[in-house]
């Protein structure tokens, strides 16, 4: 601040004539942007010596009063000013819609003079831009659509543009040389117009077109029946296009010998009255899955008859006397096309409402078909097991050429991963050779398998390793078709467990055993719990040093 001193008392900036503000108390950069209209401009700030001010800008006397006159406040009585909101924020969105038309002069037409062409006009009060679209309308012939994109509308030749207080009810919007006239607007615009004190005037009508009147009223006339096939086509063209009545019947075929039905979707097109036909397609029935039974036609209802043979199979339009029309079509009754019978049953909802409001008459109520049942088809015999490989693989071959592999429990998989109940089990055997052969019964939880290993023993002559890999083993009295297999429920210490023809006696299991059967006592019987509890207390017992045993005692 020793520069703003320099200059204010007239001295020279040298070492010796510079000295420091002992009152500057603010040292932080002054704002130099803002916001005025909604707008950010950017001015340069004040310079604040000790309590006086230098402006960049010479002072007014209001300023200098404002000034003197201003009184200091400490940090608790600020004033509070109210938030500034910029109008692009505040008028985001907003949107003020006018609605009008205009007039569109026809001069090399002896029909019409002019047309009336409704517009949409949208007012942006964001940035008071405007865009004026015209509704499109089907088959009109015309371009329509945006016909002035979104921009700042000239008001007048010196430069003026359009604002939202210009415009009004019941007024002319000259645009580019084109005279818009406003008749209405919506809610909203009516709401903003009357909050901003403007009073709009009565919304108007907007007036049809000659043009549209004329021909409307033309075809309402008697003698439009009358008119030529072309003008008939052009207007089937233009209201008609794209209705399709729909049914659902079955062609019946029957010979010498039997009868069949198939079911097809019957198509009446009202543009041109043809009809086409279409096969629905069932699977597995034997049948090449080619959809179009009758091309789209239009087919004859009667024909003159001819007092010579004809040599061509088309019949000509000169010898038809009626075509197929709607009202040929009744639900529950059969129709004849190109010499088959098709039995109606059902229809569309748009079917429904066509007929219920042309021809009132016909009830168009759905018929239900009886189903025949198929005595040619036999049950399946499932035959019987023949020991090769499990029963569920070879189940699935009779279910189909590509057999596929029975599905698993994946849950049960997950859960009981790598867990196996061991038990010790010895051979009972009529050979004294093998009374002294030992075995680990294995049980997979996972799988509900078992597998044997035989334990090794010296000189005994008898290769051991494994006895029985994982596999289903049913118990002994069940039948093939419907085995019942072995469960951890059945392993009681001292029971005897057939094998496949061999039999086994349980004579011990690990301390796991015990702990999953405790954990699952729904699933076990108090016998099999109890057996595997004297076993394994009385190791436990046998186990324990001789000084825990006097301690427990």
């Not at 979707?265 to 039974?293: C, K, M, W």
């Amino acid at each position: 601040m020793s520069t703003e001193w320099n200059d204010r008392l007239g001295l020279p900036f040298i070492p010796g004539y510079t000295f420091r503000d002992l009152e500057k108390t603010a040292y932080h950069r002054c704002q130099t942007l803002g916001y005025k209209n909604g707008f950010a401009l950017s001015h340069r700030p004040s310079v604040v010596i000790g309590k006086d001010v230098l402006a960049s800008e010479p002072l007014t006397h209001h300023d200098i009063d404002k000034l003197c006159f201003d009184t200091p406040y400490t940090v608790y009585d600020k004033p509070q000013h109210e938030e500034f909101i910029p109008a692009h924020v505040a008028l985001d969105k907003k949107v003020l819609r006018f609605y009008g038309y205009f007039l569109e002069e026809i001069v090399y037409s002896p029909a019409e003079h002019y047309r009336v062409r409704p517009v949409t006009i949208y007012y942006y009060l964001e940035d008071d831009s405007m865009c004026i679209i015209e509704p499109s309308v089907v088959n009109s012939g015309l371009p329509q659509g945006k016909r002035i994109r979104r921009q700042r509308l000239p008001k007048n030749e010196y430069g003026n543009y359009y604002n939202w207080r210009d415009l009004n009810l019941a007024m002319d919007l000259e645009v580019y040389a084109t005279k818009y006239h406003i008749t209405d607007c919506d809610l909203f615009t009516k709401e903003f117009m009357e909050s901003e004190g403007i009073i709009l005037k009565e919304p108007e009508k907007t007036p049809e077109d000659p043009y549209i009147k004329h021909r409307s009223v033309k075809l309402t006339q008697e003698h439009v029946n009358t008119s030529p096939a072309k003008f008939e086509k052009l207007y089937r063209f233009l209201h008609m296009d794209s209705m399709v009545l729909r049914f659902y019947g079955q062609w019946v075929e029957s010979d010498a010998y039997q009868s069949h039905t198939w079911p097809v979707i019957i198509h009446y097109y009202l543009v041109d009255d043809t009809v086409d036909v279409r096969e629905a397609h069932q699977r597995n029935s034997g049948r090449d899955p080619f959809p179009l039974f009758m091309s789209r036609q239009k087919i004859p209802k009667k024909v003159k008859e001819e007092s010579f043979p004809s040599i061509v199979m088309e019949i000509s339009k000169d010898l038809v006397e009626e075509y197929y029309s709607p009202k040929d079509f009744q639900l529950g009754q059969k129709v004849k096309l190109l010499s088959h019978q098709f039995f109606l049953y059902d229809c569309d909802g748009f079917t429904r409402e066509y007929y219920q409001k042309n021809y009132p008459e016909m009830e168009m109520k759905p018929v239900e078909i009886p189903k025949v049942e198929d005595t040619t088809k036999k049950t399946q015999v499932i035959p019987p097991y023949n020991g090769f490989g499990s029963l569920e693989d070879s189940l699935q071959y009779c279910y189909s050429l590509i057999p596929e592999p029975p599905r698993k429990n994946i849950m049960k998989r997950l859960v009981n991963s790598n867990k196996m109940l061991r038990y010790t089990a010895k051979l009972d055997s009529p050979y004294p050779e093998d009374r002294d052969r030992r075995f680990i019964l294995t049980y997979h939880l996972d799988t509900d398998m078992i597998s044997i290993y035989e334990t090794p023993r010296r000189n005994s002559g008898i290769i051991s390793g494994k006895f029985l890999g994982q596999c289903k083993v049913s118990k002994p009295g069940s039948t093939v078709d419907n085995p019942v297999y072995y469960t951890p429920a059945d392993f009681v210490i001292g029971t005897t467990v057939e094998v496949f023809s061999h039999r086994f006696i349980l004579t011990n299991a690990d301390l796991y055993v015990l702990k999953y059967l405790e954990s699952n006592p729904d699933e076990v019987p108090s016998q099999t719990l109890e057996s595997l509890k004297q076993v394994l207390g009385a190791e436990m017992a046998s186990s324990m040093p001789v000084e825990q045993k006097g301690e427990e005692k």
